[in-house]
């Protein structure tokens, strides 16, 4: 079975500093892997996703994403956070079998920016 | 091209009661997944609907049930509600064999 860690639940940081959220996967297969952002009350926006190929990703609104295989990590980073990028951040991998197409998501780590 | 929609936004219910949520997929999107998300954790699946048929369920039990329609919309049921229901209830569309999916904005569901 799949799952996912994200071992920190809460992180501040300044604005103008750099950000890396960690992501630790569990999967047997080559993973789908994303990255999702809520803000308070709202759903889920696709921050940045990784099929295969470039293990380095682009996203939107600055961010990046990098899979690194030996550590079954995709931890997501950005060099220069803005107030606006406080939020929830999850990290999730996907199943494309027989079931469907099923997300398994972390729980989550709460960004916070210091002015 | 449209979003994922979801109705209504918020509700209370009373624990016993039956409650049905719907979804709009977005334009061109054949598969529609529900999801539970409890205060302060991650989305967990519930199931997926696919030709107007269940294609997965995680771990919830039968009360939880749902249907979709041949314009792909989709609506979850809920019965016999526990306060532990208490979630916010989020859709997410795709296509089939895409593990891609874009999320409508949630149901806040409370329980009381």
């Known amino acids: 079975a799949q799952s996912v860690t994200q071992p920190d639940i809460h992180i501040t940081v300044s604005e103008g500093a750099s950000l890396e959220l960690r992501c630790n996967y569990s999967?047997?297969?080559?993973?789908?892997l994303f990255w999702y952002v809520q803000s308070p009350g709202q759903g889920l926006q696709l921050l940045l996703k990784y099929f295969s190929g470039d293990t380095l990703v682009q996203g939107i609104k600055g961010f990046e994403a990098e899979f690194k295989r030996s550590q079954s990590s995709f931890n997501l980073r950005k060099p220069s956070v803005h107030w606006s990028d406080a939020a929830e951040y999850f990290c999730?991998?996907?199943?494309?079998?027989?079931?469907?197409?099923?997300?398994?998501f972390g729980g989550g780590t709460r960004l916070m920016v210091k002015p | 091209e449209t979003g994922v929609t979801q109705s209504p936004t918020h509700l209370i219910k009373t624990r016993g009661q039956q409650v049905t949520l719907r979804c709009s997929s977005q334009?061109?999107?054949?598969?529609v997944s529900w999801y539970q998300q409890a205060l302060g954790q991650g989305p967990q699946f519930i199931f997926q609907y696919y030709r107007e048929e269940e294609n997965g369920r995680g771990n919830f039990p039968p009360r939880f049930s749902g249907l979709q329609f041949p314009n792909y919309s989709s609506e979850l049921n809920v019965n016999a509600l526990e306060l532990d229901d208490s979630a916010l209830y989020l859709c997410?569309?795709?296509?089939?064999?895409?593990?891609?999916?874009?999320f409508g904005q949630g149901t806040r569901l409370t329980v009381v």
């Open positions: 999730a991998v996907g199943a494309r079998n027989n079931a469907g197409n099923m997300l398994t």
């Open positions: 997410a569309s795709s296509l089939q064999g895409v593990v891609e999916a874009f």
């Open positions: 999967y047997g297969a080559t993973p789908y």
């Open positions: 334009s061109g999107h054949n598969t």
